[in-house]
């Protein structure tokens, strides 16, 4: 859940057998492997997205970290941009990270399944993004933070991407390709 996840990129928890992760994962056998966060080094929307969700979810992160395109990490290693990130997650033992999902996709990366808002654990995919958009008030405004939205299929790490485009096409046919 996002108190484990913004303990674990705190420093707080340490080690994968923590009492705080085997209580999220019953019947499973961890290891007691030190965990080795990773995170960007870099500022980027994604590290927003990510502090964002960590600040609504662990108040010691609020309050001591924050939220940001780049934040003072008290803890781990930086990867420069998502091909950073994945080389170290690939290299170093017991690691987590996280990247973009079109990025993990592409790349055929392993992810975990998070608590989301509403308590169900979910996985990071197309129809828990379109949950987490569907869960926001856009009427209040075009731009939305998507982060812990709620819908029992929610992922609750979303952020949206816009593109800007002519209202008029000279050539129409050209702007679906």
Same mark, same amino acid.
């Given at each position: 859940?996002?108190?484990?996840?913004?303990? %674990?990129?705190?420093?707080?928890?340490?080690? $994968?057998?923590?009492?705080?992760?085997?209580?999220?994962?019953?019947? +499973?056998?961890l290891p007691d492997g030190a965990i080795a966060p990773v995170r960007r080094a870099d500022g980027s929307g994604t590290s927003f997205i990510f502090t964002n969700y960590l600040s609504k979810?662990?108040?010691? $992160?609020?309050?001591?970290?924050?939220?940001?395109?780049?934040? &003072?990490?008290?803890?781990?290693?930086?990867?420069?941009?998502?091909?950073?990130?994945?080389?170290?997650?690939?290299? +170093?033992?017991?690691?987590?990270?996280?990247?973009?999902?079109?990025?993990? &996709?592409?790349?055929?990366?392993?992810?975990?399944?998070? &608590?989301? &808002?509403?308590?169900?654990?979910?996985?990071?995919?197309?129809?828990?993004?379109? /949950?987490?958009?569907?869960?926001?008030? $856009? /009427?209040?405004?075009?731009?939305?933070?998507?982060?812990?939205?709620?819908?029992?299929?929610? $992922?609750?790490?979303?952020?949206?991407?816009? %593109?800007?485009?002519?209202?008029?096409?000279?050539?129409?046919?050209?702007?679906?390709?």
């Amino acid at each position: 859940d996002g108190q484990v996840l913004g303990d %674990i990129f705190l420093g707080k928890i340490k080690r $994968w057998n923590d009492p705080a992760i085997a209580a999220l994962n019953p019947g +499973l056998t961890l290891p007691d492997g030190a965990i080795a966060p990773v995170r960007r080094a870099d500022g980027s929307g994604t590290s927003f997205i990510f502090t964002n969700y960590l600040s609504k979810v662990n108040a010691e $992160w609020k309050s001591s970290v924050g939220e940001g395109t780049a934040v &003072k990490w008290p803890a781990g290693v930086g990867g420069k941009g998502n091909e950073g990130v994945s080389a170290y997650v690939q290299r +170093l033992p017991n690691s987590i990270g996280y990247v973009e999902y079109a990025y993990a &996709k592409q790349n055929k990366m392993a992810h975990v399944l998070l &608590k989301n &808002k509403d308590g169900q654990f979910v996985a990071p995919d197309d129809s828990a993004f379109k /949950a987490a958009a569907a869960g926001a008030d $856009w /009427a209040r405004s075009f731009y939305q933070v998507l982060t812990e939205q709620p819908g029992k299929d929610s $992922w609750p790490i979303s952020g949206a991407t816009f %593109i800007l485009m002519h209202k008029q096409q000279d050539k129409p046919e050209q702007a679906s390709n």
